[in-house]
């Protein structure tokens, strides 16, 4: 690749992570989308090709366009970009779709750029491509992307972001009922008040999870995945989920919740071993009921984005 061109993985994210609604999130290693981002001599931003899904090429209407907007406006730098993306991973899996593209794009344009803004700064202009997708600008998916491994996002005014430690014997099992559930739906369902008693058990939670993962206690992790305020709720829209959840444990998982808005559920083991039996179990829900899936195991990407050949 020449200077003026650029070849980049974008992972998958697992947002929320159970107890963490919009503040938690971390990257999957080998589950992401690729794209293609070169300068232009036109200016502005232009989607010159789109493969995988049936998404919208118009800049102002695509996640990667808007963020990569967003970027331009404040860099007031000449240069303009071309953007090719290569969906890997489907709209409304819950695994962080949008934020592949808008991150990815941003991340891109900023190397192209000389590194003028920060990983932060990346987040912020990401974010306005989640605004688009979702109708709110939420960092819990982009932050892990950019970051790489677990992101907390401590406060949104101002911006946050804190990476946290991964033990290196997490790894993540995700499957992927083909039904889509756009993100903008999913949260019309959410209540908009909680009680005190639950979000006590809340706070706890996140707090335990934190604290299980700096010190590599992987029992504190398990424990710590309780989501007492979303997953109720959104488990609903979910075929098989409390099987899906019981038939984790058994197998060896450490947790199991929802992965972002859903559908995909997601699950921690300790070890491939544990991550692939807890597939198998995950499948055979999905095989019995006749739902058509993916599933994916992968180790936690503590690199975030990464130049490709």
Same mark, same amino acid.
């Given at each position: ?11 998958? !994210? ?29 200016? @502005?931003?232009?989607?010159? #090709? ?9 800049? /102002? ?9 967003? =970027? =331009?406006?404040? %860099? ?6 071309? $953007? ?8 409304? &899996? ?6 592949? %593209?808008? !991150? ?8 192209? =750029?000389?590194? +003028?803004? %920060? ?18 600008? /939420? ?18 005014? +101002? ?19 083909? $039904? ?12 908009? /008040?909680?009680?005190?008693?639950? @979000? ?19 029992? =504190? ?6 989501? /007492? *305020?979303?997953?109720?709720?959104? &488990? ?9 959840? &019981? ?17 995909? *559920? ?7 071993? !544990?991550?692939? #039996? ?20 992968? #180790?936690?990407? !503590? ?7």
């Amino acid at each position: 690749m020449s200077k003026n061109e650029i070849r980049i993985f974008c992972p998958a !994210t697992i947002a929320n992570v159970s107890c963490g609604f919009d503040v938690l999130g971390v990257a999957l290693d080998n589950v992401g989308d690729e794209m293609v981002i070169r300068k232009s001599a036109e200016k @502005g931003i232009r989607i010159t #090709k789109l493969e995988g899904q049936d998404l919208p090429m118009d800049t /102002h209407q695509n996640v990667a366009g808007v963020a990569g907007l967003a =970027l =331009l406006a404040e %860099s007031g730098s000449p240069e303009g970009f071309e $953007i090719e993306i290569y969906k890997k991973i489907k709209a409304g &899996s819950g695994i962080g779709s949008s934020a592949a %593209s808008s !991150t990815g794009a941003v991340w891109a344009m900023n190397e192209l =750029l000389g590194k +003028p803004f %920060s990983t932060l700064d990346l987040v912020k202009f990401a974010m306005e491509g989640e605004r688009l997708a979702s109708g709110v600008a /939420h960092a819990d998916n982009v932050a892990p992307a950019l970051f790489g491994g677990f992101t907390l996002v401590r406060s949104y005014e +101002p911006l946050d972001v804190i990476s946290i430690h991964c033990p290196n014997e997490l790894y993540a099992t995700v499957i992927h009922p083909q $039904i889509e559930i756009k993100t903008s739906d999913s949260r019309k369902i959410l209540k908009t /008040h909680l009680t005190l008693a639950d @979000g006590i058990k809340q706070w706890g939670n996140v707090g335990g999870l934190v604290a299980g993962l700096f010190t590599e206690d992987y029992d =504190l992790i398990g424990r710590s995945l309780q989501d /007492h *305020i979303v997953e109720p709720i959104r &488990s609903i829209l979910i075929p098989g989920f409390d099987k899906i959840k &019981s038939v984790s444990k058994e197998a060896g998982a450490l947790g199991c919740g929802i992965s972002g808005s859903g559908p995909s *559920i997601f699950a921690f083991s300790k070890g491939k071993d !544990t991550a692939q #039996k807890v597939a198998e179990a995950m499948t055979h829900v999905y095989q019995k009921i006749g739902v058509d899936y993916d599933v994916h195991v992968s #180790k936690i990407n !503590t690199e975030g984005i990464k130049i490709i050949d």
